[in-house]
């Protein structure tokens, strides 16, 4: 048996400092293929994939870390052997932000990856771990059984919303089992369903290359980049932000060995309007999502050279400003 509590209590001592600054957009598909997708805010400027070999009492896996993570303490989302893949979105409706132990959700993924096979030994590991866990999140899980859940998950407690078949699931920076005050990421969330919600043919790459670079304005119902202004107000709401740093989405394709072994990472690292999308497997990882000695990839590099042509400080100061003719359509899947 694994001891979990031991494990965690052993990576709070060692656990890395996260950026507090972290909303997200994401959401879990069983349309088709099951698709796991985290389009990732944060405030860590960098962030690079790394494959961690198996050994006698943990899977390989590949995940998401921050630059500097070089020991990947914290995984911010990401895959192992045995068919589980898993990402999380900051929630900030679950319980007031006055708790002395927070920013755990990278170590409790990382323990995940580690140690879990389905989304119920996922369920397990929330039940053992000690109180209080340090997270504030939503956590979202999928396996090769084709089990597919979100755990809205505080310091002392987790709900868990199961993805039905054939249905797509979405969660932003609140949660729905949490306060009506202190929803953040709504707008982004209504964005998501519009563009979600009757999709049928739901791809790994519409979410990466289509979802991650769409600049629809709820509140207005239109869609800057087919307007006619060129200089258009960030007001934050759109789901590419000016942090977006990588857009991912886990495809579970079927395995004859029924484990995570065909999983495919489509993987946007960067600002991801401006970035490119690689195909991620436990065979390859691309160079150009591995970090070089300053802990920086290629597609991170050549994104955010695009990216600082794009954003423009206003006279006031009190929004950045977006030059959409700098910014392409994006492509759909």
């Known amino acids: 048996m694994i001891h979990f509590k031991h494990i965690l209590l052993t990576a709070l001592l060692v656990g890395a ?3 507090a600054i972290r909303p997200c957009t994401s959401c879990i598909s069983t349309r088709n293929t099951p698709i796991l997708w985290k389009h990732r805010d944060t405030g860590a400027p960098h962030n690079f994939l790394a494959n961690h070999p198996a050994t006698d009492s943990t899977y390989e896996y590949i995940a998401l870390h921050n630059q500097g993570d070089t020991l990947g303490l914290e995984a911010w989302i990401g895959m192992n052997r045995a068919g589980l893949a898993i990402m999380n979105t900051a929630s900030y409706n679950l319980a007031p932000d006055t708790a002395t132990l927070k920013d755990r959700e990278g170590i409790i993924m990382t323990l995940a990856l580690q140690h879990c096979a389905t989304v119920s030994d996922f369920a397990r590991l929330l039940d053992s771990l000690p109180r209080p866990l340090g997270v504030q999140a939503n956590f979202g899980v999928i396996d090769a ?3 597919a859940a979100y755990f809205e998950t505080s310091g002392h407690h987790a709900t ?3 993805v039905d078949p054939q249905t797509t699931m979405v969660r932003t920076n609140y949660s729905h ?8 990421g709504v707008a982004r969330e209504k964005v998501a369903r519009l563009y979600l919600d009757n999709r049928t043919d739901l791809t790994p790459r519409y979410l990466t290359d289509t979802l991650s670079s769409c600049f629809y304005d709820i509140s207005t119902s239109t869609d800057i980049l087919a307007g006619s202004d060129t200089i258009v107000p ?5 789901i590419p932000r000016y942090i977006s740093t990588a857009s991912i989405a886990i495809e579970a394709i079927s395995s004859p060995d029924g484990d995570g072994s065909h999983y495919v990472m489509w ?3 960067g600002y991801p309007p401006t970035s490119e999308t690689y195909a991620v497997t436990f065979d390859s990882i691309p160079d150009a999502l591995l970090p070089d000695r300053a802990g920086i990839t290629p597609a991170e590099l050549k994104a955010d050279k695009a990216k600082a042509a794009i954003y423009h400080r206003g006279k006031s100061g009190k929004y950045r400003l977006i030059d959409t003719s700098r910014l392409k359509k994006p492509t759909q899947h």
């Open 17 to 19: 400092a996260t950026p």
């Open 267 to 269: 993987t946007r690292l």
């Open 234 to 238: 960030d007001k934050g709401d759109y």
């Open 145 to 147: 059984t084709g089990e």
């Open 160 to 162: 868990r919303f199961d």
């Open 177 to 184: 089992s949490g306060s009506s005050s202190g929803r953040l």
